[in-house]
């Protein structure tokens, strides 16, 4: 479904060597190998600048890479991806909603977004502006538009950081369920230890750029591999 070999990205370089402020900052990903071959909820982790978002946007195909191959049997318009401040467009809830059932030629879409509306909550807001909601409602309306519309590879970046704990329980039901009756692919870069243990299978495990370490969920955060270690001591302590 995924297959990633000998990825390599370079940001923050200027390409001419002549900019040493630009060389130090640059930074560097390469992975040689991830491959996810069925559907399932799999985690990202890693310490902030490993490298996490750069692949989920290679994957997603916001960034092109310099090298390397990435394979996966899906569409472009069969992904999506939801970062910790997502775009919401000027315009209604119900709109913001219905958009990727609109461009995607669904017609009898106003039951359904009444429905999801409802789901989180948000059915009396349907005709306010979308952008005067608040940090946790924008990330549950972005959340219920990546799903909606029943994508084969949903990407999370942080996307779930400003939920509150009954917002995050519900989603977190809902992915479940959702996951029962028709399995999709998850990718979920988190720094919330208990968002993974509750929602992922499978973790990846980054470091300096790099893919260093991957397994079931419990045994990678059992794993003895020093950045694995290091990594869950900085974050328990924080």
């Given at each position: 479904?995924?297959s ?35 559907p399932?909820v ?13 692949t989920?946007?290679l994957?997603?195909?916001i ?45 009898d ?8 509306l409802?789901?989180?909550?948000l059915?009396g807001?349907?005709h ?24 084969r ?8 950081t400003d ?41 990846f ?21 020093p950045?694995v270690?290091?990594?869950?001591r ?5």
């Amino acid at each position: 479904m995924l297959s990633i070999s000998a990825l390599a990205k370079t940001l923050g370089k200027n390409g001419k060597g002549g900019n040493a402020q630009a060389e130090q900052n640059s930074f560097a990903l390469y992975i040689d190998e991830l491959r996810i071959d069925s559907p399932g909820v799999y985690g990202l982790m890693g310490a902030n600048g490993c490298g996490k978002s750069t692949t989920t946007k290679l994957i997603a195909g916001i960034f092109e890479p310099d090298g390397g191959k990435i394979e996966t049997d899906l569409d472009r318009r069969d992904i999506t991806m939801v970062t910790q401040k997502p775009y919401i467009m000027d315009d209604t809830v119900f709109n913001n909603l219905a958009y990727p059932l609109r461009v995607r030629g669904v017609r009898d879409y106003h039951a359904l977004c009444d429905q999801w509306l409802e789901k989180i909550n948000l059915s009396g807001r349907k005709h306010m502006r979308a952008r005067g909601l608040s940090g946790g409602e924008k990330q549950k309306l972005s959340l219920l538009r990546a799903m909606i519309f029943k994508p084969r590879l949903i990407i999370l970046d942080e996307a779930m950081t400003d939920l509150d704990l009954d917002s995050l329980d519900m989603f977190i039901r809902m992915i479940g369920e959702s996951q029962a009756r028709d399995p999709v692919t998850w990718i979920i870069i988190s720094h919330q230890l208990t968002q993974i243990r509750r929602l992922c299978q499978y973790v990846f495990f980054m470091a300096g750029g790099r893919l260093v370490a991957e397994g079931p969920t419990e045994e990678l955060l059992r794993s003895e591999h020093p950045d694995v270690r290091r990594y869950l001591r900085h974050e328990i302590v924080e």
